[in-house]
């Protein structure tokens, strides 16, 4: 009986040995709170798994130093090992991208990539004053030498990329000692690292078996997509934008409800958005100014001047509405145009509108009877009555006229009709 127990537990360790996989998380994207949370669910999952290891595929030019930390710290704390593999060919991990990539259990890179340039860079692009740059450098090589250290890779070389922004080709990070292999594919690089003892962050070694395993993708929840959809400054931008034109077609035709549901739903998607980038709020009162500016167009005649103000307002609010570290975490200077433009347009169209409505003659009312033609029922010396518009009406003649006479309305008087004679 003891060795069948025996037996049964050495059968379930090989069946559970045989089913251990890979886990590949992809993350394509700037590095934001959603790519953090995306990759802290998913090596929770590798470790209730039992994986052999992560596998993160790499491919970003950076992003937030905040969810950089924390992508880093929890790659630390990881029970599974984790491998950070730059790719495809063509990929980059820069910035933040190297802290993470530096981080790993085993750093890799597919051939025709590039990594580093990791020199941190303050909200906006902003020039720093002495003191303060020399303070967020000092911090950032820190970090970066205590990742370096704690992984046993170059420190100087690490360092180099945060103080001198330098970047590495993969060969060029392979000769200094920044990663730890090259492989053009999932497969090669499995079989590359199979048998290797790792020293973890905490201290205990494990040896990798990845060759042949199943390498399983973790997706993205379908918030997640969403949320790193609209997490893009260009993307949370324009929502803005169209949101607040909907708004303002709904307030000018009460009732049509769809301009509405849409508008409403667009604004609160970009500001969860923006609620979590680094936001201007000085930049979002320029485009609320903007739409004030476009809403008066439309209600004025100012000839285009409110437009092309609230125009200018939109791009330049659009321009700095997210204080990204990084270009691809800003609004795009065309992005600002293309939405600003159009709308601005679009408000200078609607004032046309009004304007020409002004001019035209009111044909509704008391005051669309004056300039009307009728024919005198009775003489007119000076009151009696006219035909006019199909009803008989009791009117003042300006002087006598004779029943039949063709007659102009001049003007209206309560229910009497002053008229004269239609030349």
Do not use: C
């Amino acid at each position: 009986m003891k060795r069948i127990l025996l037996f049964a537990v050495a059968m379930f360790s090989i069946a559970a040995a045989a089913s251990a996989e890979v886990v590949r998380l992809k993350v394509d994207d700037m590095i934001h709170p959603i790519s953090d949370e995306f990759i802290g669910r998913g090596l929770d999952a590798a470790a209730q798994r039992h994986a052999d290891a992560v596998l993160i595929e790499l491919r970003t030019p950076g992003g937030l130093e905040d969810s950089m930390r924390d992508i880093v710290q929890k790659i630390f704390r990881s029970p599974v090992p984790v491998i950070v593999y730059v790719a495809p060919s063509g990929s980059r991990a820069a910035s933040a991208g190297f802290f993470i990539l530096e981080a790993a259990d085993i750093a890799a890179m597919a051939p025709g990539t590039n990594t580093g340039a990791a020199h941190p860079v303050t909200l906006g692009g902003e020039k720093m004053d002495d003191v303060m740059k020399a303070k967020v450098e000092n911090d950032a090589a820190a970090f970066m030498r205590t990742i370096a250290q704690r992984r046993s890779r170059n420190v100087a070389v690490a360092e180099s990329a945060v103080r001198q922004s330098k970047s590495f080709t993969e060969q060029e990070a392979l000769s200094q000692h920044l990663i730890d292999i090259i492989a053009p594919n999932i497969p090669s690089l499995l079989k590359a690292i199979d048998g290797r003892t790792l020293r973890r962050f905490d201290g205990s070694t494990t040896t990798l078996h990845v060759a042949g395993k199943p390498v399983v993708d973790y997706e993205m929840t379908l918030k997640e997509r969403l949320l790193s959809t609209i997490m893009d400054p260009n993307v949370a931008f324009i929502l803005f934008a169209l949101g607040g034109l909907a708004l303002w077609a709904e307030f000018n035709h009460p009732g049509a409800v769809l301009p509405g549901v849409v508008g409403l739903i667009s604004i609160l998607l970009a500001v969860f958005a923006l609620n979590l980038l680094p936001t201007r709020f000085a930049a979002m009162a320029l485009l609320l100014a903007a739409f004030v500016l476009f809403a008066l167009e439309a209600k004025f005649a100012t000839h285009g001047v409110l437009g092309i103000g609230g125009i200018i307002a939109m791009v330049i609010g659009a321009l700095f509405l997210v204080d990204g570290p990084i270009p691809e975490m800003r609004v795009h200077l065309l992005t600002a145009l293309s939405v600003s433009i159009p709308l601005g347009i679009i408000a200078i169209f609607l004032m046309g509108i009004v304007l020409k409505a002004r001019r035209n003659r009111i044909v509704t009312g008391t005051e669309g009877m004056i300039g009307e033609i009728g024919v005198a029922r009775t003489q007119l010396g000076p009151e009696g009555k006219v035909f006019v518009h199909g009803e008989i009406w009791n009117a003042t003649a300006r002087a006598p006229l004779a029943e039949g006479t063709r007659i102009r309305v001049a003007a209206v008087n309560g229910l009497r009709l002053v008229v004269e004679a239609a030349e």
